[in-house]
T-cell receptor
């Protein structure tokens, strides 16, 4: 059974803290993605990666960075957390080099920044 | 500016009846469309997709219709079941996947 896991289901951090969200997939997928989900806005793409050590900005990369040192792991970093980054964060992966492949999602991390 | 719009935030349907979820898009470069379903505390899961060269795709109780001239797609669920209660996201591919805001479907027994 395909699996995308995220390090935390719930996280509470303070403004200004550096936050790491970890995502691991066991399907040997080339592509990995980070989204945030907000009410009324759906899922918005933050960053994605098509290969190890490779990253591309999505639609809302400001305030975020990513790291992909190994194929199975994709980390999202909030350099200095702010209250407007309170959200549900979803990691996804997909196989191959085409864009049309189904994306498999993790369960999400609900981040609250106080 | 949202390129994929789901204008109904929620929909309530009686068990056994048809559920119709709608989605509009603005970008004519979109050529592949997907529906995802999301239960609370879980990530979205893929439900059904359609290529722009087709106007209909069926998978069991789920059918997706695409009207390219109107830039509109819809998901039909027949018959609706209480287990279908979830948030449904429409998504479209141009050079990346773009999601709508989602529609909460409640199927009443």
């Amino acid at each position: 059974d395909v699996k995308v896991t995220q390090s935390s289901r719930y996280l509470v951090k303070r403004t200004g803290e550096k936050v790491f969200l970890e995502c691991v997939q066991d399907m040997d997928h080339e592509n990995m993605f980070w989204y945030r989900q907000d009410p009324g806005l759906g899922l918005r793409l933050i960053y994605f990666s098509y290969d190890v050590k490779m990253k591309e900005k999505g639609d809302i990369p400001e305030g975020y960075s990513v790291s992909r040192e190994k194929k199975e792991r994709f980390s999202l970093i909030l350099e200095s957390a702010s209250t407007n980054q309170t959200s549900m964060y979803l990691c996804a992966s997909s196989p191959g080099t085409t864009h049309y492949n189904e994306q498999f999602f993790g369960p999400g991390t609900r981040l609250t920044v106080l | 500016d949202q390129q994929v719009k789901q204008n109904s935030p929620s929909l309530s349907v009686q068990e056994g009846r048809i559920s119709i979820l709608n989605c509009d898009y603005t970008n004519s470069m979109f050529d592949y469309f997907l529906w995802y379903k999301k239960y609370p505390a879980e990530g979205p899961t893929f439900l059904i997709s359609i290529s722009s060269i087709k106007d209909k795709n069926e998978d069991g109780r789920f059918t997706v219709f695409l009207n390219k001239s109107a830039k509109h797609l819809s998901l039909h669920i027949v018959p609706s079941q209480p287990g279908d209660s979830a948030v449904y996201f429409c998504a479209s591919y141009g050079n990346k996947l773009v999601f709508g805001a989602g529609t909460i479907l409640r199927v009443k027994s």
